[in-house]
Nanobody, 126 residues
Framework: QVRLAEVGGGSVQSGGSLRLSCVVS????????MAWFRQAPGKEREGIAT????????AYVDSVKGRFTINRDTAKNTLYLQMDSLKPEDTAMYSC???????????????????WGQGTQVTVSS
């Protein structure tokens, strides 16, 4: 059984920062593709950041490029999302996800991910 648990959401003012953590436990390989997704009210879930098993290759949706950073600590079985210069439009439920395959270039398509955390709310006020 693979379990993912997000920690670190909350409320912050515009321009502020938050760091999300996703702790992975169970029978899993930290060499799999992992990603962060978010879903705002009334909108579809979108993949915002992906990271390869090695941690070398990362990719971001245009709206967060230069502001968010995804990284992983294999020794701690933890995935992170550092979010800086937050904007009100970043308000959403954020979820981490793990695939059951490894790749140098990981997809942002949610259907490709097998394991999901429960989500953590991020609210950015203006």
């Amino acid at each position: 059984q693979v379990r993912l648990a997000e920690v670190g959401g909350g409320s912050v003012q515009s321009g502020g920062s938050l760091r999300l953590s996703c702790v992975v436990s169970g029978d899993t390989s930290m060499s799999w593709c992992m990603a962060w997704f978010r879903q705002a009210p009334g909108k579809e879930r979108e993949g915002i950041a992906t990271i390869s098993g090695s941690g070398v290759h990362t990719a971001y949706v245009d709206s967060v490029k230069g502001r968010f950073t995804i990284n992983r600590d294999t020794a701690k079985n933890t995935l992170y999302l550092q979010m800086d210069s937050l904007k009100p439009e970043d308000t959403a439920m954020y979820s981490c996800a793990a695939a059951d395959f490894t790749s140098a270039y990981c997809p942002r398509d949610s259907s490709r991910y097998t394991y999901w955390g429960q989500g953590t709310q991020v609210t950015v006020s203006s």
